[in-house]
């Protein structure tokens, strides 16, 4: 196809809104420490210290970089001027900031080979302890923030006892389970494990199976499914999967099960469970429709590898860009449970959605990544919080589009009724982080990182989201922060039909290497439509930035009353232009408090 007679913002406007048409189109069967009241008066609460969780399985001393993580700008003088004592072991500041913590003799977890009773709940939970921080301004004000420490033993479950059992690759239904000689098989244990069992599933490839969990644990007695490589315990993830970007399935390392690959469309589920308190770790998921679906509550899901699920046959995926042909098939992990948490997971080229949560509330999800790189059926939702998964805390996830694929994905998203979610440090990198649909409303973005090397992907606020607020987020080489909705939402309530309403954004920053990225707010329009019926509307950015871009707007559908307070605009040519061939839109924006360096427009 011949685009030349168009400029190039013309060239990706086009492609950006046929895109996002599709997308509607493969996503068809999707159907089936904030929470601000007000934004306006909640810009003092922000914390700068974010607690920490460290595991650990070893009685030596170990040393925590607790600053790491915290949200103190760069030139900050901070020190850390204080700490509480610990119950079970020492800490010392260092000169560098960090906390050695040394765990005391007493306090060492040693193997028994007499039977034990399996441990309760919250036993992995070995010593806490608070830091306080003290920054000094230039104008003298000391300024004191206190954290919490909590350092966990990890899988260090019991190795032996009457509720311990084993499983591995030639294990059996008829043995007892009690040792890797008397092992039971893969099958089996999911089936049979009651209330207090703790399984140690050691590494081998267990072929194609469908596990089911059998029965519920309690709040005291959850069941355990560990994957371990030699020794129960040996495998530890923390702050992330113990798989990487570019390592391969090694069923050596972790157990891994595994689907029909035949001609690359892979059915069936590898793991399900709708049981409550059931915790599932170190175990590796391949080829398979869906990787892990669990909808009971109270669950724990730690490092999970979810790689290659979906219909991948080249034969039936259509040529590039007709992504609406592709079979809407493979899912990593799907939740529909109530205070689970979902840690340190890796997902990797699915067909159809990542992580998705649907009616999955009060969760935790930390340090869970997703890759996709493969351009036959690419995802088409990367990590997906939909109707009624509200009140969950979502931290450091990180999502990631490699490449220029056929399609763009959808990033780390809110949609259809997700509300009163939030997000910390997050990072998108060349996809998207949105809010979707009427009903999506009261979620918070913080310190969330969207790079979009291709110059793909934003933040895209479509179709009614109203009321979310993004704080300190960097979007950097993309389309900037764009205001989109379908030409005939007919999903949404018909009353409030809009691109996106009251959505709030303080101290953001939009910025292009070398003038790179398409626009600081995008107001995107079909290509050449006559039936961008609906705007955005009173959108306020506050003490945000906008950097080395085209243009400060691009103007293609209705907008109304965007605020620009105290914002400081540096390096732009201009200030609006169109991608769509819409040139009678107005531009509809009030601004005070501006700054302007190097721009091709003055207010």
Same mark, same amino acid.
């Given at each position: ?181 008397s092992s039971w098989n893969i099958v089996h244990a999911f089936k049979s494990a009651k209330a207090g069992d703790v399984i140690h599933i050691k590494s081998g490839n267990y072929g194609s199976v469908n596990l089911s969990v059998g029965n519920s644990g309690t709040s005291s007695s959850p069941i355990k499914f560990i994957g371990y490589s030699n ?34 469309? +892979?059915? #069936?589920? $590898? /793991?399900? %469970? @709708?049981?409550?308190?059931?915790? =599932?770790? !170190? ?44 079979? +809407?098939? #493979?899912? $990593? /992990?799907? %939740? @529909?449970?109530?205070?689970?948490? =979902?840690? !340190? ?259």
């Amino acid at each position: 196809m011949n685009l030349n007679t168009y400029s190039p913002l013309k060239v990706f406007a086009l492609i950006i809104c046929l895109i996002l048409g599709v997308s509607c189109s493969k996503d068809s069967d999707l159907l089936s420490d904030y929470v601000l009241a007000d934004a306006s008066e909640g810009l003092e609460l922000r914390r700068f210290v974010v607690d920490d969780f460290y595991s650990y399985s070893s009685s030596n001393s170990i040393t925590l970089d607790v600053l790491e993580n915290d949200q103190f700008d760069e030139d900050d003088s901070v020190e850390i001027i204080e700490t509480s004592d610990p119950e079970n072991g020492e800490v010392a500041v260092n000169e560098d900031n960090t906390i050695t913590y040394t765990p005391d003799e007493t306090n060492e977890t040693t193997d028994s080979t007499e039977d034990t009773n399996v441990p309760e709940a919250d036993n992995n939970i070995s010593d806490t302890f608070t830091y306080t921080t003290e920054v000094v301004e230039e104008d003298g004000t000391v300024t004191t923030e206190t954290g919490n420490v909590t350092l966990g033993s990890g899988n260090r479950a019991p190795i032996s006892g009457a509720n311990v059992y084993y499983v591995t690759v030639n294990g059996n239904s008829g043995n007892n389970g009690k040792s890797e000689a008397s092992s039971w098989n893969i099958v089996h244990a999911f089936k049979s494990a009651k209330a207090g069992d703790v399984i140690h599933i050691k590494s081998g490839n267990y072929g194609s199976v469908n596990l089911s969990v059998g029965n519920s644990g309690t709040s005291s007695s959850p069941i355990k499914f560990i994957g371990y490589s030699n020794t129960p315990g040996d495998i530890l993830a923390n702050q992330g999967s113990t798989f990487e970007y570019g390592d391969a399935i090694d069923s050596s390392a972790m157990p891994l099960i595994q689907g029909n690959r035949g001609s690359g469309e +892979y059915l #069936g589920t $590898g /793991i399900n %469970s @709708n049981k409550a308190y059931i915790e =599932i770790s !170190n175990i590796q998921i391949r080829y398979y429709e869906y990787g892990l679906s669990f909808s009971g509550n109270n669950c724990v899901i730690d490092n999970i590898i979810s790689v290659d699920m979906g219909n991948f046959d080249p034969n039936q995926n259509p040529a590039r860009h007709d992504v609406t042909k592709s079979p +809407y098939e #493979g899912y $990593g /992990i799907r %939740s @529909n449970g109530d205070f689970c948490t =979902i840690k !340190n997971c890796y997902v990797a080229n699915v067909g159809a959605q990542g992580y998705t949560f649907q009616g999955a509330s009060n969760g935790i999800h930390s340090y869970n990544r997703i890759y996709i790189d493969n351009d036959i059926n690419p995802c088409d939702y990367y990590y997906l919080l939909l109707k009624g998964s509200n009140n969950n805390e979502v931290r450091n996830i990180h999502v990631e589009r490699v490449g220029d694929l056929a399609h763009p994905g959808h990033g780390l998203i809110a949609k259809y009724e997700a509300n009163n979610n939030n997000f910390y440090d997050c990072t998108i990198v060349n996809t998207t982080l949105e809010v979707s649909r009427n009903g999506t409303t009261d979620n918070n973005f913080y310190n969330c990182d969207i790079n979009g090397k291709n110059l793909d992907g934003g933040i895209l606020v479509r179709d009614g989201a109203h009321h979310n607020n993004f704080y300190d987020c960097d979007v950097v080489d993309s389309s900037g922060i764009i205001f989109y909705s379908l030409p005939t939402p007919s999903d949404i309530q018909t009353a409030d039909l809009n691109a996106g309403r009251d959505n709030f954004f303080k101290r953001c920053t939009v910025s292009g290497t070398d003038k790179n990225g398409r626009g600081g707010i995008h107001f995107l329009g079909w290509f050449k439509s006559s039936i961008n019926t609906y705007g955005a509307y009173d959108n306020t950015f506050d003490e945000c930035s906008f950097n080395n871009i085209p243009s400060l707007f691009v103007v293609d559908r209705p907008n109304r009353g965007t605020e620009l307070v105290n914002c400081g605009f540096t390096n732009i040519s201009e200030l609006r232009t169109n991608a769509s061939g819409n040139n009678g839109v107005s531009l509809d924006f009030s601004e005070e408090g501006s700054q302007l360096n190097n721009t091709g427009f003055s207010f």
